[in-house]
């Protein structure tokens, strides 16, 4: 376990001196992680936030063994040192965005502010990394938006525009109090989002402090419940929910039967596993002496759809509508995405460098064709290992040869494979091999690009079977691209319909095989061969 980023030893507060709000306790905060304190209305959370920066009251009295940010002891420090710490290394989101920012200044302004008193950057520069954190938490149009106030935003987008003041100053903690109480439902998930997102890509350590359940569920590594100003239990997700021991968190997660049943599937039902919007692929085409782009040719015009964590998306379409190239460009394996792709709340197109290499292991690929998308030389325990040791460095020569087997065992194949060449095996044992491979780093999803196509009928069957398989055991989801319908309704949940480019019709299986709403889909189902008997 990493040392704490911020440790908090006995903080006691009281107001008047007799009313104690807050009474002797003790929690920690590691990088990277999001930790929630959650309780009822009064329980002392928000002044527990409060007390680790110092923005008490005048009539409340504080005492604590020890307030430590990586080691520093903050109460040691003066209000001016204090001034440096707030904002440049602990940001802080509040409840209502509307109170919180000044109506007579631009947004633009408000956040530059903090820029300039943490940074000694230029003036072109602090402008540019406004614009920057403007777009960090997707406030749309922020060159126009810059200079607007904050009556000319919505409840979400100043909500956006307090998350950018808190990121100003690149904190190594955010503590968010209540950021999504006064927002609707659907954009309290928008902010969750962002904050997953945000998070990802920067590593910061969150604290969020809250009194709802169903948002802690979906967001938190470790939970806090306080109780008239004490923490009576603390524990990681989702044991924290599955088997609360104190009757106080007992109480309160019986008080939300609703709750109850979306916990059991968390985070499933609060986010889609893989969110895509807009997506598109465009390629330049260029025509003269000085190959100027002419036109472009749109191989993928708009795309969105949802993946739910353990059900499979079927992507159909005739062959060169666009449905190879979506897939593999979702996985970045060929150039010209753009669009969002969001992947358990995080936008992927967000990342860079480690933590797009850590992401990279939750998205993985079975082609169509396994004999060429294996190296012939290399022995096939080595092509199934080659994720682990790119993926997951840290695992040893051994335990890397005992995940192999376990692997290749799970797929229907006998331990000594591993000691022989692609070309020993057949067809379907080759894409078995390569379901192996995919499947070397526990992935969220599979991207299965045409899978069974080039095996005849009954290897087909049977790599379907163990497909369906291997998504019960491990609650995998499949993008599952294929022309052929009859495979459609042996394993897909939804379908989605691809021509020349753009998805014509979605939904679910049973409704697009058996009541197709769009001409194209039904000329596809009209051209699938029937077996007729007698």
Not at 5 to 13: D, E, G, I, Y
Not at 17 to 32: L, T
Request: charged fraction near 20%; include cysteine; hydrophobic fraction near 40%.
């Amino acid at each position: 376990m990493t040392n704490p980023l911020l440790s908090v030893q006995n903080l006691s507060v009281a107001f008047n001196r007799h009313h104690k709000v807050v009474d002797r306790i003790s929690f920690s905060i590691h990088p990277g992680e999001t930790f929630a304190l959650v309780g009822e209305s009064g329980s002392g959370k928000s002044i527990t936030a409060l007390s680790v920066l110092r923005l008490l009251p005048d009539n409340a009295r504080m005492a604590a063994d020890s307030i430590t940010l990586n080691g520093d002891n903050l109460p040691a420090h003066s209000e001016l040192e204090l001034c440096q710490i707030r904002g440049r290394r602990i940001g802080l989101i509040f409840q209502d965005p509307m109170s919180s920012l000044n109506p007579v200044m631009t947004v633009g302004r408000q956040i530059a502010e903090v820029i300039e008193s943490h940074f000694s950057l230029p003036k072109a520069a602090v402008r540019n990394r406004v614009l920057e954190l403007m777009r960090q938490v997707e406030i749309p149009d922020p060159e126009q938006r810059i200079n607007d106030y904050p009556h000319q935003f919505s409840g979400g987008q100043r909500q956006r525009v307090m998350i950018a003041i808190a990121l100003a100053g690149r904190p190594d903690l955010l503590i968010a109090d209540e950021p999504t109480t006064s927002l609707d439902v659907t954009i309290q998930a928008q902010i969750l989002v962002l904050l997953k997102n945000i998070q990802q890509r920067t590593g910061m350590a969150l604290w969020l402090v809250s009194h709802d359940l169903a948002l802690v569920s979906t967001l938190a590594d470790r939970v806090a419940v306080m109780q008239q100003g004490k923490i009576v239990e603390t524990g990681a997700l989702p044991d924290f929910f599955e088997q609360p021991k104190h009757p106080y968190t007992q109480k309160l997660l019986q008080a939300l039967p609703s709750m109850r049943s979306c916990l059991a599937h968390r985070p499933e039902q609060a986010l889609p596993l893989l969110k895509v919007e807009d997506f598109r692929c465009y390629y330049p085409i260029r025509k003269g002496l000085f190959r100027r782009v002419v036109d472009h040719v749109r191989a993928v015009d708009g795309v969105s759809f949802t993946i739910p964590r353990g059900k499979t998306l079927a992507l159909v379409g005739e062959s060169g509508c666009g449905k190879t190239t979506l897939g593999k460009a979702l996985l970045n394996l060929i150039p010209g995405g753009a669009g969002r792709v969001l992947l358990d709340g995080v936008d992927l197109g967000q990342l860079t460098g480690e933590a797009l290499r850590r992401k990279r292991a939750d998205m993985q690929i079975v082609f169509q064709d396994p004999f060429s998308s294996m190296n012939p030389r290399m022995l096939v325990g080595d092509i199934v290992a080659e994720g682990i040791r790119a993926l997951r460095p840290g695992t040893g020569a051994d335990a890397r040869r005992e995940q192999v087997r376990q692997l290749l065992e799970q797929v229907g194949l006998p331990a000594d494979t591993a000691e022989r060449y692609p070309h020993e095996f057949s067809g379907g044992q080759r894409q078995r091999i390569c379901i192996a491979r995919a499947l070397a780093v526990d992935p969220k999803l599979i991207v299965c690009d045409e899978p069974t196509s080039a095996l005849d009928v009954s290897v087909q069957a049977q790599i379907i079977e163990l497909l369906k398989t291997l998504q019960r055991e491990k609650n995998v989801s499949y993008l599952f691209i294929t022309h052929d319908l009859a495979v459609v309704a042996e394993i897909a949940d939804a379908v989605a319909v691809m021509h020349r480019g753009r998805i014509v019709e979605y939904g679910d299986v049973k409704q697009v095989l058996t009541a197709p709403r769009h001409d194209y889909t039904r000329k596809l189902l009209a051209a699938a061969p029937v077996l007729e008997v007698g």
